[in-house]
């Protein structure tokens, strides 16, 4: 009855690309249970903001879960077939990583042995940010090398990886 | 007898990615009367040097129309059927809105009400720059988002977008 | 007997975008002998690991060659129609360019003079760094300009462009 997305879904853009909103749209069609895992923290108002005008924005047919650290046991425990689950981003999940001083090797390695047993329809929005100068902040650069690591290892095993600009998607793999 | 190209076209891109030179060829391939909107304002030696720069490398044959802030005052009044209008760039022209603490949402809505009903060819040249890491600078974060916000508007009602890089335009729609 | 990469290959990406295991990867399938042009400078701990890591992830059927700044020197000497020749980065040669404030034009002309006459496979990496913010720093905005430039004119005669995200190649041209 229920559609489900081929297996795990990157939508990987730029800010403001409109990656979200597709990836979004890779949920709602597939007519399944929505989940939204945002991994944002609201530390000032200006992210408060953002935050709540996504939620806004999707409406509320969606239930959300709130884990800025612990995806990896968020996916696993809300995980099932009749789900989609969304989760709005993995670069703000690796900055919380990274700002708790967490192992993000481990983390990674926990995430990529989980997607392929996941049964949801699984859509993982990320920050494309390694195609500008390389910033002068020494932590600014171990971030966009964590963040491509993780997008290698992620699209690796993705079933469709998409790159959204300007609001439009270009398929990549799948 | 002259070829319009197709509605509104939106070539993104990169700095020194080679899209105004793209943007130019689609221009000249129409056929049409070329006239060219130049957004950028010559505050110090370097940008003039910029401007001047492009002008000799267009050539002669076409009109120059400086505007800074009246985009859409611009565009109404210089349409004609015959012509091909060159945007040189999008990204500018939301910098100096900025600078001048004009109502963003406002023109953003007023130029996308006009697409629609624009008879020349229109080509509107823009930079992505949402691809980096994000800006420490409140400032730059919010030209991000004003600049991304604009390109989906834009590629929404655009025939035709592409994305440029090292001179090889992608095309994302159209 | 050998296959022999058809022409020149430019291979463009952000960082850890995969963009230098993909270039592997292209001169390993062309059952061509293996060279290596580093142009990286290890200056500092940082990258002297970089580096090390990379040359141990690459193993032992390479031949590396050291050259910052001649790469076109470099590239007339090794090269050999029996070979495939890999260059990491571009745009690290042209920041050793810059320091050394030699005359990037000439050396430009003189690397798209010799490209259309090598006889190796030629696989040149380097990074797109032109997606985000303009730099606030007057050498990284004109670093920006030259990469930039250099990739427009390397695409112009390569046979085929890559851009890679995600470890994932796009095909731009070829």
């Not at 800010?15 to 609201?42: I, N």
């Not at 995980?79 to 709005?88: M, N, T, Y």
């Not at 600014?140 to 990886?161: I, K």
Request: proline share 4%; net charge negative.
């Amino acid at each position: 009855m229920s559609k489900k997305p081929p297996g795990t879904v990157l939508v990987l853009g730029g800010a403001r690309s409109g990656k979200s909103r597709f990836a979004e749209g890779l949920v709602v069609e597939s007519g399944l249970d929505r989940h939204y895992v945002a991994t944002g923290l609201a530390f000032d108002d200006e992210m408060r903001e953002r935050i709540a005008r996504h939620r806004t924005d999707r409406g509320d047919r969606w239930t959300t879960h709130e884990e800025p650290l612990d995806l990896v046991g968020t996916l696993s425990r809300i995980d099932a077939p009749d789900r989609a689950i969304l989760v709005d981003c993995l670069t703000l999940w690796v900055t919380n990583l990274m700002m708790e001083g967490r192992d993000l090797a481990a983390e990674f390695e926990a995430l990529t042995a989980l997607l392929p047993n996941v049964s949801a329809g699984l859509v993982l929005v990320s920050n494309e940010v390694g195609l500008g100068i390389v910033p002068e902040n020494r932590m600014a650069r171990e971030f966009r090398d964590h963040a491509g690591r993780l997008h290698q290892l992620v699209a690796a095993s993705a079933a469709d990886v998409y790159f959204v600009a300007a609001g439009l998607p270009l398929k990549m793999k799948g």
